[in-house]
């Protein structure tokens, strides 16, 4: 059964979805795997005591070259590989499959122009962003920079689709258990975590000016700056967002306890490499691994 809030399930006002860019997806990784543009990652679930309602899993596969420290890396997406496409949007962007998946037909949303991953998100990104919405649902996330979790400096979005019923992340209830507190409360929530971040409800789950209003407002409220003012955002953070919230995270640094951390750890998934240090994590808790990488809460 889904996650429900107050006996109303969070999905529920979830609009219907042809979901033809989800579809096409999945043909184009069959053929992409057999040419070896596509890269899956095999992982498995590691079941530690106190971990719930976080998701970890182990890489079972080698690790890809974005999880691996290192110099100057070239930029994938100039070209991009022809065999990773989906579609072109009218908005100036391009959707690809992720090369090196964990999910099957994980997208990116790229500008097929350069513009920086640390630089500000535009109303044309937001537009791009709306029409694969309008057509595939799903988790929605953004790394900043390096020091959020982004692994190459090519302005992209990412999308996890999920399928109608289903949670967004394995974070979405706690989510939406905060937005409810806060309503019968007057804003305050004694489930708020404690660190630098922003959660908003959105009001239409298929508008990018929703989006962009609530990516600007977290923006001031999180002391990242204004594209009106500064050239880029004066501090990391990660985005998350599905049909009915919007999360901004004000980050410090990437890794913890050897895990590469971005977006999706606060969405509640986290993976573990070799690097990882499980004994850390399951004396510490995923809350403190989160906690050291995202800025402590502003005064």
């Known amino acids: 059964m889904a996650t429900t809030t107050k006996g109303r399930p969070w999905h529920a006002s979830r609009p219907v979805r042809a979901e033809q860019y989800w579809n096409r997806a999945l043909e184009r990784s069959v053929e992409a795997q057999r040419s070896g543009a596509l890269v899956p990652l095999a992982t498995e679930v590691v079941d530690l005591p106190g971990l719930e309602p976080f998701v970890l899993r182990r890489l079972l596969s080698r690790t890809p070259k974005h999880l691996r420290r290192g110099g100057p890396k070239p930029n994938p997406f100039l070209p991009w590989e ?17 090369k090196y998946p964990v999910q099957p037909g994980h997208l990116l949303v790229i500008t097929q122009a350069w513009q920086p991953q640390a630089g500000w998100l535009r109303p044309d990104d937001w537009a791009g962003v709306a029409q694969v919405a309008s057509d595939t649902a799903g988790l929605w996330f953004f790394n900043s920079s390096p020091a959020s979790g982004a692994s190459q400096p090519h302005r992209h979005l990412q999308l996890l689709p999920r399928r109608s019923g289903e949670p967004s992340c394995p974070l979405a209830g706690a989510l939406q258990a905060q937005l409810e507190e806060r309503q019968e409360t007057g804003g305050r929530a004694s489930s708020a975590w404690p660190w630098a971040y922003c959660l908003s409800r959105r009001r239409d789950p298929l508008a990018g000016s929703d989006l962009e209003d609530l990516y600007l407002r977290h923006a001031e409220q999180l002391g990242l700056g204004s594209p009106l003012h500064d050239p880029q955002p004066l501090h990391p953070y990660n985005l998350l967002f599905d049909d009915h919230w919007m999360l901004t995270v004000r ?47 502003l005064s």
Do not use: I, K, Y
């Open 251 to 297: 980050r410090t640094e990437e890794h913890c306890a050897g895990f590469s951390l971005n977006a999706l750890a606060f969405g509640g998934s986290l993976l573990a490499t070799e690097r990882s240090d499980l004994t850390w994590l399951q004396r510490e808790g995923p809350w403190q691994l989160l906690r050291s990488v995202a800025s402590p809460p």
């Open 82 to 98: 022809p065999e990773l496409e989906v579609e072109c949007l009218a908005s100036g962007h391009v959707v690809l499959l992720n």
